[in-house]
């Protein structure tokens, strides 16, 4: 038999069709992302680059800055209160870290095996939906020394009344918790979305094998959950060694147990008027931010996952 040659369609495509390009969707892509990348060059890099350049200043907004190499960093490296706002904000980033991960982790184990009703997830989200401001307005009245709800009750259960913001070894762990709590539920969804993209028959398997849920939790789950852990991780540190707000509502003074860096930040720029001196401690901040988060993926394999 002789073989039949195939149609001319089939060998070169439709006529007059030329071949698919990728040039088309790279333009379209570069429009879709144009205002949003317009948007970070603008809001985040130029702000950046200009921070870094101000840093590197003696400048007090009234005065044009004048240069003065690394004279603020020099002064940082000797500035006592610089060091002890850098503590306490390594202090409640670890409280809070730990305890928000934590919690969050449980209550997305319990969501994923309890229930996974719509009004849990509104109830869970909607402390995060509350201001800062409004969380540590309402806490500090809560946690009052004299009239708060939460001595009255340590009180009827014959336990000491506790000082909370205004002990200054309870300072920062109170402000960390009130945080934990506002963000844990959000934290809490993140997580348990992250854990619908596991297949579900691989806990049967273990089920049926016998497994326990521990065993379930420790072998298969968060394994598995790894790069999504990752990335809330990564997000949730960045966020805490931002805590401003907490700080400022519950003290107009900080006690030193309490100072965080971004308040020292906010006082020398707009309490001192010292911006080059503002802008150096940002820029000393930005860059334990970014070796953290290079840390962080890195040690967490983020880009990778076990379902490959």
């Known amino acids: 038999m002789t073989a039949v040659p195939a149609p001319t369609s089939f060998r070169t495509g439709i006529r007059g069709q030329k071949p698919a390009s990728g040039r088309g969707n790279g333009r379209v892509a570069l429009l879709f992302i144009l205002p949003s990348l317009v948007g970070f060059l603008v809001f985040y890099v130029m702000p950046l680059i200009r921070g870094i350049y101000q840093s590197l200043t003696e400048y007090n907004i009234l005065q044009a800055p004048t240069f003065i190499g690394l004279g603020n960093y020099r002064q940082l490296y000797h500035d006592p209160m610089f060091w002890n706002s850098l503590k306490v904000t390594a202090e409640y980033v670890v409280i809070n870290i730990s305890t ?45 020394r004299t009239v708060g709800v939460v001595n009255h009750l340590l009180t009827d259960l014959h336990l000491p009344a506790q000082y909370f913001y205004q002990s200054p070894r309870e300072a920062i ?10 963000n844990v539920g959000y934290t809490a969804l993140l997580l348990f979305a992250g854990m619908q993209t596991i297949p579900k028959y691989l806990f049967e398997a273990a089920a049926i094998d016998g497994a326990s ?12 959950l790894r790069p999504i852990l990752a990335l809330v991780l990564t997000v949730s540190v960045i966020g805490s060694f931002q805590i401003y707000d907490t700080v400022s509502v519950a003290y107009q003074t900080p006690l030193p147990q309490a100072y965080v860096l971004y308040y020292y930040i906010y006082t020398a720029a707009f309490g001192e008027l010292r911006m080059g001196y503002a802008s150096a401690m940002a820029v000393i901040l930005f860059a334990i931010l970014a070796v953290f988060t290079f840390i962080q993926l890195k040690l967490l394999r983020a880009s990778r996952s076990d379902l490959a």
């Not at 762990?173 to 506002?182: C, D, I, Y």
């Open 100 to 144: 928000q991960m934590i919690g969050a982790l449980g209550i997305a184990v319990l969501m994923e095996r309890l229930t996974r009703s719509v009004f849990a997830r509104c109830a869970l989200v909607f402390p995060w939906l509350v201001p800062n401001v409004a969380v540590a307005t309402i806490s500090l009245f809560m946690l009052d």
């Open 213 to 224: 849920e521990w065993r379930i939790f420790r072998s298969i789950t968060l394994p598995l």
């Open 173 to 182: 762990a109170t402000v960390a918790l009130v945080n934990t709590w506002r």
